[in-house]
């Protein structure tokens, strides 16, 4: 597989420097998601791409039918990862771990998030959590992904991003991002985000805390993707545990 070295100036440093993190914070609060709008260029967003075509560099390949997850596929990478999974891995994690503190305190969680995703790394691996989990996924017309969560073991980052790198309407139709919400004693609530080519959305893995006049209470989330029309679309996944 090709490194996919990122040129000056468009390293993951650069693409997440100007990220209104006051922003995220609120829309991640009150709806359990938020948009990084341009978080990649268009021309990164190609080389990715590219390489779900290419057999080195990934662990395993997974077609979602065989599975009952859907239909179209997915490959997890293996490490050493792609430099731009692995930086924006490590630019995007301390500020979500802040978050992500906040939240486990606010539900009760007895769970604290270390200021670094390596040291967050080996906590996972030390439980023997191993594998990574950045992945590419592909669809085709068809094709789509059923509501799930991406747990992959004990410790799980209740964050993760999801990177569109095809354009809706040029490369294809349909495949709108969705998001569900299980309030307790309420019908679930759910939300498609729009995205264009080159822009992520940061979302709850598994839980999230909500303000009631009663005080705080969980809220349960699942993503996945509406069924595509036409063409191909590619995501990146960005998700921030490694699993058993």
């Given at each position: 597989m090709s490194g996919l070295t990122l040129s000056k100036g468009q390293g993951a440093g650069a693409a997440t420097s100007n990220i209104d993190w006051?922003?995220?914070?609120?829309?991640?609060?009150?709806?359990?998601?938020?948009?990084?709008p341009r978080l990649l260029h268009p021309e990164r967003c190609d080389g990715i791409s590219?390489?779900?075509?290419?057999?080195?560099?990934f662990r395993s390949r997974i077609?979602?039918?065989?599975?009952?997850?859907?239909?179209?596929?997915y490959k997890y990478f293996s490490y050493p990862l792609?430099?731009?999974?692995?930086?924006l891995r490590t630019a995007l994690y301390p500020d979500l771990a802040r978050i992500a503190n906040r939240w486990n305190m606010e539900m009760g969680i007895d769970v604290q998030y270390p200021k670094t995703h390596a040291a967050f790394?080996?906590?996972c691996h030390e439980a023997g959590q191993m594998r990574p989990t950045p992945l590419l996924l592909k669809y085709e017309a068809g094709d789509y992904n059923c509501?799930?969560?991406?747990?992959?073991?004990e410790h799980v980052f209740p964050l993760q991003v999801a990177i569109l790198l095809s354009e809706p309407g040029q490369d294809f139709e349909g495949g709108e991002f969705v998001l569900t919400e299980q309030r307790p004693r309420m019908q679930s609530r759910a939300a498609v985000v729009p995205l264009r080519k080159g822009d992520a959305v940061v979302f709850a893995v598994h839980h999230r805390p909500?303000?009631?006049t009663r005080g705080i209470?969980?809220?349960?989330?699942?993503?996945?993707?509406?069924?595509?029309?036409?063409?191909r679309r590619h995501t990146l996944g960005i998700i921030f545990h490694d699993a058993e």
């Open positions: 006051s922003r995220v914070e609120l829309d991640l609060d009150a709806h359990g998601f938020a948009r990084l590219a390489l779900y075509d290419e057999d080195a560099g077609v979602m039918a065989r599975h009952g997850f859907g239909k179209g596929e792609p430099p731009l999974a692995g930086e790394l080996d906590r509501l799930h969560q991406d747990l992959y073991g909500v303000r009631g209470y969980r809220v349960n989330l699942r993503h996945g993707v509406s069924e595509v029309r036409a063409g």
